[in-house]
């Protein structure tokens, strides 16, 4: 039996259980009886399917579709990005760059310093590309500065969360502005206004006080480049930000061309439009910005080919294990949302009499809350509230608002459920409860 052919046919009461019971086993086993947590999601994944009915001869087509899916987002984007940090660190341009930051903001506003170059950085690119981006940098100011990196990394981490939450063109608010017509350059100003002083007060601030909380050493996930080891011509610093800077505009022009396209400026069905939506695309802009630090860091600076060849193939190692960590998050959630959770609680919620902004809100939040998927509560909690928007007679301000707040729910209380919750955890070599607590 395919999975699109079979019905659920427990209520959202016992799916809710079953998926509070799965947290809970899953907690249970990483942290009381430290079971490693990529043996932990497969299992409780294989348990949670069976428990909430899916037919068996699907299950395995469940957990792969979840495990692959999310890979295909991740796996890329994560390898590619930590080339790229492998070969600006071992080049000494990341010790560069922290040094210029240092020297120029100073050693107290360093973490300041970071998040808001986070905030430039995160406007074209998306969440987890921008961060895999930056964690040399990040680790970099930390080595120099000492103390914990979740001083230095959270306001980062969260500037890019921020950005990509709210503002346009990330896929959360096009897709809500979509659905709930709203104009995208009133979600952008609005989406601007709240992602700041978010950012400032969620990582920044409550970044500094965790660091302060929880002190942990840089994780040597990206290698750990000593000073006495860097060479002795490193890059210059506009050399370093080009580099960082490439895949950004690369994907910034991609983003500008589909705005084009949508205003019926260019032609979408043009040769060289699919040419230059691929080079704009992540994985591409990566890519390509791998190949010339390869170049630019590596042969123009006097290193043998087999050198690089050697750095580029040690970043990947490391990184082994965020990625299939991360795929198994990918697919409990998969589960989750496979087990009709989604579905059922959008049916529960969906005749709840409350003003639209909060019940787009909170609807996102619990379906979020539930199943782990950012873009599955976003589209639901818009879908379920496009009736009373278009009914009503909204502004274009308040129709950005509701938007916002869609988007904002979605992503709300990141836990095991969601893949994003094990990226972050094991980049900055968080065990999964020290990863709740922050």
Request: hydrophobic share 55%.
């Amino acid at each position: 039996m395919e999975t699109e052919e079979w019905t659920q046919t427990l209520t959202a009461g016992p799916l809710l259980g079953i998926a509070a019971g799965a947290v809970a086993l899953l907690l249970v086993l990483i942290i009381k009886f430290r079971l490693h947590a990529f043996l932990s999601l497969i299992l409780v994944s294989l348990l949670t399917a069976l428990v909430s009915g899916i037919p068996a001869p699907s299950v395995l087509d469940e957990l792969t579709s979840g495990f692959g899916g999310t890979l295909a987002s991740v796996a890329l984007l994560v390898g590619l990005g930590a080339m790229l940090g492998r070969m600006v660190e071992t080049s000494g341009g990341a010790k560069v760059m922290a040094d210029t930051l240092i020297s120029r903001f100073g050693e107290k506003r360093a973490p300041f310093a970071l998040g808001v170059a986070s905030l430039i950085f995160g406007f074209p690119i998306f969440f987890d590309a921008g961060l895999v981006v930056m964690l040399p940098i990040v680790f970099a100011v930390a080595r120099r500065l000492g103390g914990s990196v979740l001083t230095y990394g959270l306001p980062t981490a969260g500037a890019f969360s921020v950005m990509h939450i709210f503002v346009p063109p990330h896929p959360g608010p096009v897709a809500a502005s979509e659905l709930l017509g709203a104009d995208p350059g009133v979600v952008i100003i609005l989406g601007l206004v709240l992602a700041v002083p978010t950012w400032y007060v969620t990582s920044y601030l409550f970044g500094v006080w965790a660091g302060k909380r929880w002190v942990l050493p840089v994780p040597e996930i990206l290698g750990n480049t000593q000073d006495e080891d860097l060479p002795d011509n490193p890059p210059s610093l506009g050399t370093v930000l080009a580099l960082l800077l490439l895949p950004l505009m690369l994907i910034f022009l991609n983003t500008g061309l589909n705005t084009l396209r949508a205003a019926g400026v260019v032609d979408g069905e043009a040769t060289w439009y699919a040419l230059a939506s691929l080079v704009g695309s992540t994985p591409v802009a990566l890519l390509i910005a791998v190949l010339v630090a390869a170049v630019v860091l590596g042969k123009r600076r006097g290193r043998d080919k087999s050198v690089i060849e050697k750095l580029l193939d040690s970043a990947l190692g490391p990184v082994a294990s965020v990625i299939l960590i991360t795929g198994a998050g990918g697919m409990f959630g998969g589960v989750l949302r496979a087990s009709g959770i989604g579905e059922a609680l959008a049916e529960v919620l969906g005749d709840v009499g409350m003003p639209v902004i909060v019940a787009g809100f909170l609807v996102a939040t619990i379906l979020r809350v539930a199943q782990g998927s950012a873009t599955v509560a976003l589209t639901t909690a818009a879908a379920l509230i496009q009736p009373a928007v278009d009914a009503g007679s909204y502004s274009s301000f308040q129709l950005g608002a509701i938007v916002l707040a869609v988007a904002a729910g979605s992503v709300m209380i990141s836990h095991v459920n969601d893949s994003g919750f094990w990226l972050v955890g094991r980049f900055f070599g968080m065990d999964v409860r020290t990863t709740l607590k922050t």
